[in-house]
């Protein structure tokens, strides 16, 4: 594929897959002038799919459009869709994806890094706020403070990577799953004092809250044993799962707020303490991992019109690649 980035340009995109995600992507591509909506491509009825206006194509017909399409975000769940999707379609198009299964992302880059170099694309995977931002809070934290310690907390919020990993448990109608942060570890560690003599890590740091609405003859002791036992996601965590009716599912757990804060506590030459805090307070976790999604396929256009092929993480982009701002622009306002 060929790609000429000017400033001020339009790159055309398209969207696979139309979750929440996919959705929001569709909302916040309207809000980048630089960027063309050339349509929405499902595995569903592409007749039974509504949009915001957005021309819906069935999946299928994905490879009539590589001469059309810039970069391709790909909105599937990082459970079973994207170790698939993103690689197969990196062959064809640039690509992005918000994958975020950490114990599998080095397996993800070098699946896709293949896919892509062999065709000559741009992939850039991971492009969410954790893995994301949250991963470029830490590398520069830790840099600049190497004698210290980083915690990461997430929540109170739904993941929607581990809602559409228990809605993939057959008999599972719906599902939420909050991350829930342990409170008193989070005060203590935001003062910049680290307990002395605890191990932290994700499993003592959070709690899984889990709310299921399961079919009328579902198994839910079996959906139970499922969820709490599931690699990756919940083994080895503070586990809640509560089953609850359609009717109270819909009226609590309809949102999809979320959140959380990457703190690096350190000290410098004279014994001298710094606390550094990246925190994200999000109303709706898929608004803004859309948004990231959309700077990072401004990104992915632009190191292909550069021919710098393959896979790429957050730590390969730099900052001017994201904006829609010229490199003049930036550093006579931003630096």
């Not at 340009?9 to 980048?32: D, H, K, P």
């Not at 520069?140 to 210290?148: A, D, I, K, Q, W």
């Not at 925190?279 to 396929?297: C, G, I």
Request: charged content about 20%.
């Amino acid at each position: 594929m060929r790609c000429v980035f000017l400033i001020g340009g339009g790159m055309n995109i398209a969207i696979f897959g139309y979750g929440n995600l996919g959705r929001s992507v569709e909302l916040n591509s309207a809000m980048n002038d630089d960027m063309n909506l050339v349509g929405v491509f499902t595995r569903r009825n592409p007749a039974l799919v509504k949009t915001s206006g957005a021309t819906v194509y069935s999946a299928s017909d994905i490879l009539k459009f590589r001469d059309r399409i810039d970069v391709l975000i790909i909105c599937g769940g990082s459970a079973t869709d994207l170790p698939e999707m993103t690689p197969a379609l990196a062959k064809d198009f640039n690509v992005v994806d918000s994958f975020d299964t950490h114990a599998r992302m080095a397996e993800h880059l070098s699946r896709v890094d293949a896919a892509a170099l062999s065709s000559r694309h741009t992939a850039v995977i991971a492009a969410g706020w954790d893995p994301g931002l949250f991963s470029l809070a830490r590398i520069y934290s830790e840099s600049v403070l190497p004698n210290g310690r980083t915690c990461t907390f997430w929540g109170r919020g739904v993941s929607q990577g581990h809602s559409d990993a228990i809605r993939r448990i057959p008999g599972v109608v719906d599902a939420r799953q909050y991350t829930v942060p342990n409170s008193e570890l989070y005060a203590e560690i935001r003062s910049g004092r680290i307990p002395e003599g605890v191990e932290l890590n994700a499993q003592n740091m959070h709690i899984r809250d889990c709310y299921v609405v399961a079919a009328p003859d579902a198994d839910r002791g079996e959906i139970e044993r499922r969820i709490k036992t599931m690699p990756n996601y919940f083994e080895g965590y503070e586990t809640h799962v509560t089953f609850v009716p359609e009717s109270e599912f819909a009226a609590k757990h309809a949102g999809l707020p979320h959140g959380g804060s990457v703190i690096r506590c350190g000290s410098t030459s004279t014994g001298e303490r710094h606390t550094v805090e990246f925190r994200l307070d999000l109303e709706s976790n898929p608004e803004f991992t859309s948004s990231v999604l959309l700077a990072y396929a401004r990104a992915a256009y632009r190191l292909s019109s550069e021919g710098s092929y393959g896979c790429k993480t957050v730590f390969d982009i730099a900052p001017k690649y994201l904006s829609p701002q010229s490199y003049e622009d930036l550093v006579a306002h931003s630096l």
